[in-house]
């Protein structure tokens, strides 16, 4: 009897994997805003605040479990930062900061339709960064790279945070594009100390060809089949 319910589940799951939603690749470039945030001084930067405009290029695989349910895991290369204009309470001065990193977004997907909504953990790796000044009537203009450490005067190497957002995804005829909304809270202060937090909104387009097959749907069939080649030989020694 128990082997009847167990091999019962198994079919239960294989149809349920069958009706899986598709696996796809989705190649991403982008050129898009980011900002951060301040922490206690962030409402008296609110007004001298301005997206960074920066490269985003990657990859993201949707690996179909469910008709209403996808795995998301996403590898990108990053520009962020952000831009505060001339007289700014922090630096007084106009300043860029920018830093280079790839994020890593691990995505739980759920399906409605041609809309989605996905949220997941992200951890993103500095590869390096620099900080922009220009000049102003009492103070000169410089160029400084990023020091990565734990320090005072360093920044963070490591970032870690939560995506979350929404999406639209148009079929075309051999592909299809994603129209993908999304927000980035990142919690580490990025400044050591300093209160600096990579925190943004980006809209994202992504065009993606759909997978060979499944993985899930791939390795249920296996299991499947063993199931059935066991059950076939213990009626064999009836």
């Not at 945030?37 to 605040?49: A, C, Q, W």
């Not at 960074?52 to 930062?81: D, H, I, R």
Request: aromatic share 14%.
């Amino acid at each position: 009897m128990k082997k009847q319910v167990f091999l019962g589940i198994a079919l239960f799951l294989v149809v349920l994997m069958g009706r899986a939603q598709e696996t796809y690749l989705d190649v991403v470039i982008n050129y898009t805003p980011t900002t951060m945030n301040f922490g206690d001084r962030n409402s008296e930067l609110k007004d001298f605040k301005k997206g960074y405009w920066g490269l985003q290029a990657g990859a993201s695989f949707q690996m179909g479990v469910t008709e209403y349910f996808s795995l998301v895991p996403e590898l990108y290369f990053v520009m962020k930062g952000v831009r505060l204009e001339n007289k700014n309470p922090l630096t007084e001065q106009e300043t860029r900061i920018r830093m280079n990193a790839l994020d890593l977004p691990v995505l739980a997907r759920v399906h409605f339709c041609n809309f989605y909504a996905n949220a997941g953990p992200v951890v993103s790796y500095n590869i390096g960064g620099r900080i922009k000044t220009e000049a102003n009537d009492s103070m000169i203009g410089q160029k400084t790279k990023m020091n990565f450490g734990s320090g005072n005067g360093t920044y963070s190497r490591w970032d870690a945070g939560v995506q979350f957002g929404l999406g639209y995804e148009f079929q075309l005829k051999k592909s299809r594009l994603l129209l993908d909304l999304r927000y980035h809270y990142g919690m580490v202060d990025m400044g050591n100390g300093s209160d600096m937090y990579n925190r943004y909104f980006n809209m994202n387009l992504l065009l993606a060809k759909k997978w060979k097959s499944t993985p899930m749907i791939r390795a249920k069939k296996r299991d499947m089949v063993l199931w059935q080649d066991v059950d076939q030989h213990q009626l064999e020694q009836y």
